[in-house]
C-alpha cells in the first residue's frame, strides 16, 4: 500500500481571494493592510480589509462622490441608534443589596431608568 503524502491527507490552508486578487495585488494589500493596523491601531483588522477592499473595488467616480457630498458624515442606510440619556440610575454592590434583602433568600439587581425601564432582574452573577 502507498502512503499519500502529507499535503493530501492535510491539505494546507488557503487564504480565500474573493475579489481575485492577483500575487501582486495581495502582496500590495497586505503591506496596505499593515500601514493601516500602524495608523489605527484600536480598529479590528477585519473592518481595516472591508474598507481596504471597498476601496480598492469600487470605481474611484463612485468613491469621489461619496467623499465630496459628505454622505459618509449621514446616518447610514442600516443604523437605527436611538440615543438618549439615563435619566436616573444608582449603582449598588451586592452587600447594600444583601443589607437590603436580608430576608429575601434571592439577590435582586435593579435598574431604573435605563432606556425606559423599570424593574428588578435576578442576579446576573448567580449568587444567591
Not at 100 to 109: A, F, H, I, Q, R
Request: charged share 35%; aromatic share 10%; net charge negative.
Amino acid at each position: 500500500m502507498a502512503q499519500l503524502a502529507f499535503d493530501e491527507v492535510l491539505p494546507r490552508y488557503e487564504e480565500e481571494n474573493f475579489y481575485n486578487y492577483t500575487p501582486l495585488e495581495k502582496a500590495e494589500r497586505m503591506k496596505a493592510l499593515r500601514d493601516m493596523a500602524k495608523d489605527y491601531p484600536t480598529l479590528p483588522r477585519g473592518w481595516l480589509e472591508m474598507a481596504y477592499d471597498y476601496w480598492k473595488n469600487t470605481p474611484k467616480t463612485e468613491v469621489e462622490t461619496i467623499i465630496n457630498s459628505k454622505a459618509w458624515e449621514e446616518k447610514g442606510k442600516f443604523s437605527n441608534h436611538q440615543g438618549g440619556i439615563i435619566q436616573c440610575m444608582e449603582v449598588l454592590t451586592f452587600d447594600d443589596l444583601a443589607k437590603e434583602n436580608e430576608d429575601s433568600k434571592e439577590l435582586k439587581v435593579r435598574y431604573k431608568g435605563i432606556h425606559g425601564l423599570d424593574g428588578e432582574a435576578d442576579d446576573p452573577s448567580g449568587n444567591s
